[in-house]
């Protein structure tokens, strides 16, 4: 018997994750989809100082998990992700950038180009 996800949400986007790579012929939905369908306690947690690190000047970044609020973010960058803690929120939205959702981002960037995924 295998476990399934019970989180409405979660198994809607994806199936949208899914969908979205077939439609585009686009491999990046598909390995985030492979990344949310393992056990939540496997979901990236990403503190805001990797995403200082690893990102530039207002790049599109995705995290296949959460987005916790450790660390400083010295530019505008655009954070996709399953969910933010407040202060990662705050601490985004203050350095000018952008906080959105997966499926948002999915909406507005469906082949996904200049997308780079953070775990």
């Keep these: 018997m295998t476990k399934t996800k019970t989180n409405p949400r979660l198994t809607k986007l994806i199936e949208m994750l899914k969908t979205k790579s077939r439609e585009e012929n686009v491999s990046i ?12 306690r496997h979901y ?5 100082s990797k995403i200082n690190r690893h990102t530039s000047k207002n790049e599109t970044v995705l995290v296949p998990g959460k ?5 400083a ?6 954070v996709a992700a399953l969910s933010f803690s407040p202060s990662a929120n705050d601490k985004i939205t203050s350095a000018k950038g952008k ?20 775990q």
């Design 29 to 40: 939905w598909r390995s985030v989809a492979e990344k949310l369908e393992r056990p939540a």
């Design 44 to 48: 990236a947690e990403v503190n805001i």
């Design 67 to 71: 987005v916790l609020g450790t660390g």
């Design 73 to 78: 973010l010295k530019h505008p960058v655009t």
């Design 99 to 118: 906080c959105t959702l997966i499926e948002k981002l999915i909406e507005e960037n469906p082949s996904g180009k200049g997308v780079r995924i953070i």
